[in-house]
């Protein structure tokens, strides 16, 4: 999965894509819900369509089961990301602001984070 990612950054897309496929079978054989939301927010970067907001919401869903905040914020600029590139300019501002709301009152007993999720 991180060598997915590292190569997805260093624009080798093709050997990453196979990567990042690889770690989401395993993952999903595995059933680890920590792992799986990591897999599903790398999943993101290979899919410019529905599929990829679909594991952007699996992202969102398994990090709030496991109380992962970061990667709660992760999925929802992943969603911001599809839907400002689809000029859906409304519904990226609605996960902006939850993205924005999440690092003001998440995890830290309604008060403001020093350090931000995401």
Same mark, same amino acid.
């Given at each position: 999965?991180?060598?997915?990612?590292?190569?997805?950054?260093?624009?080798?897309?093709?050997?990453?894509?196979?990567?990042?496929?690889?770690?989401?079978?395993?993952?999903?054989?595995?059933?680890?819900?920590?792992?799986?939301?990591?897999?599903?927010?790398?999943?993101?970067?290979? @899919? +410019?369509?529905?599929?990829?907001?679909?594991?952007?919401? %699996? =992202? &969102? *869903?398994?990090?709030?089961?496991?109380?992962?905040?970061?990667?709660?914020?992760?999925?929802?600029?992943?969603?911001?990301?599809?839907?400002?590139?689809?000029?859906?300019?409304?519904?990226?501002?609605?996960?902006?602001?939850?993205? @924005? +709301?999440?690092?003001?009152?998440?995890?830290?007993?309604? %008060? =403001? &984070? *020093?350090?931000?999720?995401?």
């Amino acid at each position: 999965m991180q060598l997915g990612y590292y190569l997805w950054n260093k624009d080798e897309k093709l050997q990453a894509t196979e990567f990042i496929l690889n770690a989401l079978q395993l993952a999903e054989k595995e059933n680890n819900k920590r792992v799986l939301t990591r897999v599903y927010h790398f999943t993101t970067f290979i @899919y +410019e369509d529905r599929r990829g907001v679909e594991y952007a919401f %699996k =992202a &969102r *869903e398994l990090s709030k089961q496991t109380g992962e905040g970061d990667w709660e914020c992760y999925a929802l600029m992943d969603l911001v990301n599809y839907y400002h590139r689809w000029e859906k300019c409304d519904s990226a501002l609605i996960y902006a602001n939850e993205a @924005y +709301e999440g690092n003001l009152h998440g995890n830290n007993g309604g %008060k =403001a &984070r *020093e350090k931000p999720n995401c």
